[in-house]
């Protein structure tokens, strides 16, 4: 579900990057820039943790 939350790049990109392909391999296949893809991913997976309920690396993993 919390996938089905992401957009439709979103989704995208993390699933490419599940399969193993790389940042470059992700911005040919979708025809992105490779800093277009990092910022996506970026989004994404900050997003998935907020839902989730994962502490963020600027909180640590004690949450402060």
Do not use: F, M, N, Y
Not at 36 to 62: F, I
Request: net charge positive; aromatic share 2%; charged share 30%.
């Amino acid at each position: 579900r919390a996938l089905e939350s992401l957009t439709e790049e979103q989704r995208s990109v993390v699933k490419l990057r599940l399969v193993g392909l790389s940042g470059p391999e992700i911005a040919t296949a979708l025809g992105r820039s490779h800093g277009a893809v990092r910022a996506t991913q970026c989004r994404a997976v900050t997003w998935l943790r907020l839902l989730l309920g994962e502490p963020s690396k600027v909180e640590g993993r004690d949450g402060r």
